[in-house]
């Protein structure tokens, strides 16, 4: 029967089995206790002596920290490269989701240009259906005028035969005759469906070439507008420079004017005449200090 040891410094208890030592232990990195044999290193069965087995469990210890140690390090790597690898999927994400919205936008504005080109080529469309429609009426009307005109002959014949059985020979050559016109006149009409076919498919051709010169006169109109528009605003600064110094000039000159109207509106009274109302111009001072009208000055002079 197991008998159990004394109290040891390790962790667990440590009992002999048939007078050999066994611990019962949960080491670090288990989740459960688990009772092991206590054998040497090269040994087939668990240590008898108390020390050689408290010897091997200590060993088992350190070697379970070690290994518990160094998964604990290996999860941390892991849970990091994890973290990191998450972080470049979210930017590549939005890289993706970045650059779809701007195609998004890109394709949209294609569309809206693409479905003015695609109406205009709907309605040239429309115009060639109305125009092989008219052709099959115009073929249909002429079908069945000739099937008409077949059956008015056959008619003819059958009462040409009821009423002259002597002429039914020469009535049925007339009838070859006919039936010879109306072949060569059904294989008119398919030469003229044949070249019918032709011209729509010409013309076919030649509306999807005038919607290719449409795309590329829609794009030189748009490089015109866009220099137009560059020499419009150029030409659009210089005249607003122009105006600003045509209005400096302008302004200029008014206060000059103004000037020369307020010396104008001066007036005084010569001190010699006693004339009032003389320009202020017209008055010239005297070494006296006096101011004298340009009659009086001449005067003094002499």
């Known amino acids: 029967m197991a008998r159990s040891s004394p109290k040891v410094t390790l962790p667990g208890s440590m009992y ?3 007078s050999r030592w066994w611990w019962k232990v949960r080491l670090p990195g288990e989740t459960r206790t688990k009772a092991r044999a206590l054998k040497p290193a090269d ?3 668990a240590a008898t002596d108390r020390k050689v087995a408290e010897e091997v469990a200590r060993e088992m210890w350190r070697l379970a920290i070690e290994a518990e140690t160094e998964a604990r390090f290996k999860d941390k790597a892991r849970a990091k490269a994890d973290k990191a690898k998450a972080r470049e999927k979210a930017k590549a994400a939005e890289a993706i989701t970045k650059t779809k919205t701007e195609y998004e936008e890109k394709l949209k504005v294609y569309k809206k240009n693409l479905a003015g080109a695609e109406e205009k080529a709907k309605t040239q469309a429309t115009e060639l259906a109305k125009t092989r429609a008219e052709f099959k009426a115009q073929a249909e009307h002429t079908e069945q005028y000739y099937a008409g005109e ?5 008619e003819t014949i059958e ?6 059985e002597d002429k039914l020979q020469a009535c049925r050559q007339a009838l070859l005759t006919e039936e010879a016109k109306v072949k060569a006149q059904a294989e008119e009409r398919s030469k003229t469906e044949a070249e019918l076919k032709a011209k729509a498919e010409r013309l076919e ?3 999807a070439g005038e ?4 795309r590329v006169k829609i794009e030189k109109a748009k490089v015109e507008f866009e220099e137009r528009d560059k020499v419009y605003n150029e030409a659009l600064a210089r005249a607003e420079e122009k105006a600003k110094a045509e209005a400096q000039a302008r302004a200029v000159a008014e206060a000059k004017l103004k000037e020369v109207l307020a010396n104008l509106l001066r007036t005084g009274a010569c001190e ?3 004339k009032k109302d003389v320009p202020q111009n017209d008055l010239s001072e005297i070494d006296s200090g006096q101011l004298l009208c340009r009659e009086c ?3 003094l002079r002499g």
């Open 16 to 18: 002999q089995k048939n």
């Open 43 to 45: 040994a087939r069965f």
């Open 150 to 154: 077949i059956t008015k002959i056959r």
């Open 159 to 164: 009462k040409a035969k009821t009423e002259y």
């Open 205 to 207: 051709q030649y509306y």
């Open 211 to 214: 919607i290719a010169k449409i």
């Open 272 to 274: 010699c005449c006693g």
């Open 297 to 299: 000055l001449q005067m």
